[in-house]
Structure formats: structure tokens, C-alpha cells
């Protein structure tokens, strides 16, 4: 097998950065001292350049005129090669609320993706978000499709996905959401509360039964009140992850740094939530069964204006919570790494740069800019 050696770049572990030689072979990556012989292999001088974790995108609706409700498995694979070129080498699916018959079009595909050559990001999961969602906080959900109560319904996608649905939103005030909770839990699957008018009480409740998510926190849910904290108050005192849309629109820059001191670095999850138009210019796209309209790059409902996804990539959202932040390098990259992948549990496998890990590999210039991107082990940029 061919071996590729990154040399001279300062490599990201233990939350800082090392002088180190990387060695790619099948796929996987292995730390060597800096003077390492790389005699027998392909070498990429990686001079001046920080080498970090690829990114895990664990929330994202399409990208490049994809949307994944509608998605062939050739139309995934092109949202996974446009995704390696942002830094993304692992992402998410995330089907929008939709039919039976249409949601387990989607899941069929996904597993056909993974009989195709592959040359971009990991398509590692399914994310459903509903259909268990309060409709006075549904977004761009259909409300007509949204339901309460039917773990059965779960259990038999889980089946069709072979495992693969790894997360799943749901709102806690619905009657028996939160008992099905553990047994979501039980068929493998990470639980998040969000699209949620849910009290305190309800939300940590969830919270208590297994959730361990914030979806898009501070986005379709019931905001913080000194008398009733409510959902986003739950979401931010107890230890869930939270999910951070950073592209400016979603949550004001202030508001991300708070998040960021409340929950501390190890708890926030940049997502992209981005839809069809994510790669494209402005104009009218479709989320799931709704008609789209971005403007200036802002992603909004035809019907009433509610802002649907975003068309931010993970490359942007580094560099905005760089800049909204003001923390370094350092403590910004396990929220597009580590932290992802420790929630969706792929840790074993993402998330850091340790030997036999996966060969996902992103090289950033002095101004945090992408250079190169390694998608297992194969340059894709």
C-alpha cells in the first residue's frame, strides 16, 4: 500500500501543536518524530502550516443544489466531495421531517452510498430531526407530518439503516417523548431536544432520561426567562452538548460567546445546518417540501419569511468563531473535531490525530485558511 508522509507542519494534539512527522498508510494516520525516515513514500511539505483534525458536520441538510430529502446516492457523494474541500471529511445526514414513504427513500440511498467509490467526506450516519417536534416551534417542518409518539416508527428506520440513524431531535413536552428516550437510546441513537417550547422542567427531564443535545440552540426554541429558563436555560446548565450555528445570523456574536462561557469549549458542536444553496449563489431553493429563498447568502421560508438552515460551511464557521470568540486556534478546533465526534460517539475513530485514527487530516496557513484536506488517508484538496 502507498505511503504519504506530512513533513514540516506543527500538528495538532493534546490542545496544542507539535512538531511532528504524519505518516498516512490504508487510510489511517500515525504520529513519527519530525526527523523520520520517509525514504519509502510520497511526501507533502507541510512548512508553515498547522495540521488539525477534519471537521464532523453532524447536522446538514445538502450543499451544492443536493437537498438530502431528495437525494440519490450519487447525489451524496457529491455533497461529500464538496464538503472535503470546506474541511468536512465526516458528515451527518439530516432528514427534514417527511413522509414514511419518502423517509425511507432517503435511508435506501444512504446505505447505496456506501457502495460507491468514494472520494470526499464520510457520510457516517443519518440524523432525523422530527418527526417528534412541537409545531408551534416546527420551522421549516411540515406540520401535517409532525408526530407525538411512535418509537415502532424509529425502531423500523433504525432497521432499514443497518444502525446507521446515530441522532435524532425531538421535542420533550410531546406526550411520551421523554419516555422513549432510553429506548431510542437503546437502538443506538443519540438523543437532542430542540424545535422545543419545552418548560425547564420538561427539558431537564430529558435531559435526566438520556438527552444529550442542544439542536441549534437558541434557534425553534423557547428562549431563557428570569422566572422560567426554560429549554435554552436547560440546554445550558446541564452538561449536553450544544449545537452553535456560527454564520452570523443564526446567533448574534454575543450570544455565541456566551454560549461558549457558559458551556465551555468542550461542550459546543459547530454545526453548518446548511441546505441545497450551501456552494451556491443567491436565489430560490427547496428545503424538504418547502420553497426557499436566500438572499445576501440568508436562507428563509417562501412562505412566511422563518429562516431555513443556512448556507454557512464549516471552513466559515472556524474562522467566525475564531473571530466572534477571540480564543486561539487551540481551543476553537475541538468544536469542529473533537467535540462532534465524542458526541455522536466516533471517537474511536475521528475527532483527534492519534495513531490509527482515521487519516482525516486538515493543514491550515497562517491565517487559518485551508490548505490541503486528507479524507482518509487520500488528498482531496
Same mark, same amino acid.
Given at each position: ?114 457502495? =460507491?467509490?468514494?472520494?470526499?467526506? @464520510? +457520510? *457516517? %450516519? ?6 417528534? $417536534?412541537? !409545531?408551534?416551534?416546527? #420551522? ?12 415502532? =416508527?424509529?425502531?423500523?428506520?433504525? @432497521? +432499514? *439503516? %443497518? ?6 431531535? $425531538?421535542? !420533550?413536552?410531546?406526550? #411520551? ?20 417550547? *419545552? ?183
Amino acid at each position: 500500500m502507498s505511503k504519504t508522509y506530512l513533513q514540516n507542519g506543527l500538528v495538532y494534539q493534546d490542545r496544542t501543536f507539535v512538531s511532528k512527522t504524519l505518516l498516512l498508510e490504508d487510510g489511517k494516520v500515525f504520529v513519527l518524530e519530525p526527523q523520520a525516515d520517509v525514504a519509502d513514500g510520497a511526501v507533502v511539505n507541510a512548512e508553515g502550516l498547522r495540521i488539525v483534525p477534519g471537521f464532523l458536520d453532524t447536522h446538514t441538510h445538502g450543499a451544492v443544489g443536493v437537498d438530502v430529502n431528495g437525494a440519490t446516492a450519487e447525489d451524496l457523494e457529491k455533497i461529500s466531495r464538496f464538503f472535503a474541500q470546506k474541511g468536512t471529511t465526516t458528515w451527518q445526514a439530516s432528514v427534514l421531517t417527511d413522509t414514511q414513504e419518502q423517509t425511507e427513500w432517503c435511508i435506501s440511498q444512504m446505505r447505496r452510498w456506501e457502495t =460507491l467509490e468514494h472520494q470526499g467526506a @464520510e +457520510l *457516517a %450516519g443519518i440524523h432525523l430531526e422530527g418527526p417528534f $417536534l412541537a !409545531p408551534a416551534y416546527k #420551522g421549516a417542518m411540515p406540520e401535517h407530518l409532525l408526530q407525538q409518539n411512535n418509537l415502532p =416508527l424509529i425502531a423500523h428506520y433504525q @432497521e +432499514l *439503516a %443497518g444502525g446507521k440513524i446515530r441522532y435524532l431531535t $425531538l421535542s !420533550p413536552e410531546l406526550p #411520551g417523548a421523554v419516555e422513549m428516550i432510553p429506548a431510542l437510546k437503546e437502538l443506538g441513537i443519540v438523543v437532542g431536544i430542540g424545535h422545543s417550547g *419545552a418548560t425547564y422542567q420538561q427539558a431537564m427531564q430529558a435531559i435526566d432520561a438520556g438527552a444529550t443535545v442542544g439542536t441549534h440552540v437558541g434557534n425553534a426554541m423557547r428562549l431563557l426567562h428570569q422566572h422560567e429558563p426554560a429549554i435554552f436555560g436547560a440546554v445550558l446548565e446541564s452538561d449536553c452538548y450544544c449545537e452553535v450555528i456560527a454564520d452570523g445570523r443564526h446567533l448574534h456574536p454575543g450570544t455565541v460567546r456566551i454560549l461558549v462561557k457558559a458551556k465551555g469549549a468542550d461542550r459546543i458542536v459547530a454545526i453548518s445546518d446548511s441546505i441545497m444553496a450551501a456552494g451556491l449563489p443567491d436565489g430560490y431553493y427547496h428545503l424538504g417540501v418547502n420553497q426557499v429563498v436566500v438572499e445576501q447568502g440568508d436562507a428563509k421560508l417562501v412562505s412566511d419569511g422563518t429562516r431555513a438552515g443556512s448556507t454557512l460551511t464549516q471552513d466559515v464557521a472556524l474562522q467566525n468563531l475564531l473571530a466572534y470568540t477571540g480564543l486561539p486556534l487551540e481551543q476553537v478546533v475541538p468544536m469542529l473535531s473533537e467535540n462532534p465526534a465524542r458526541e455522536m460517539g466516533l471517537f474511536q475513530r475521528k475527532g483527534s490525530i492519534a495513531d490509527g485514527k482515521d487519516a482525516d487530516l486538515v493543514c491550515l496557513d497562517a491565517e487559518n485558511r485551508i490548505v490541503h484536506v486528507f479524507a482518509r488517508g487520500r488528498q482531496v484538496l
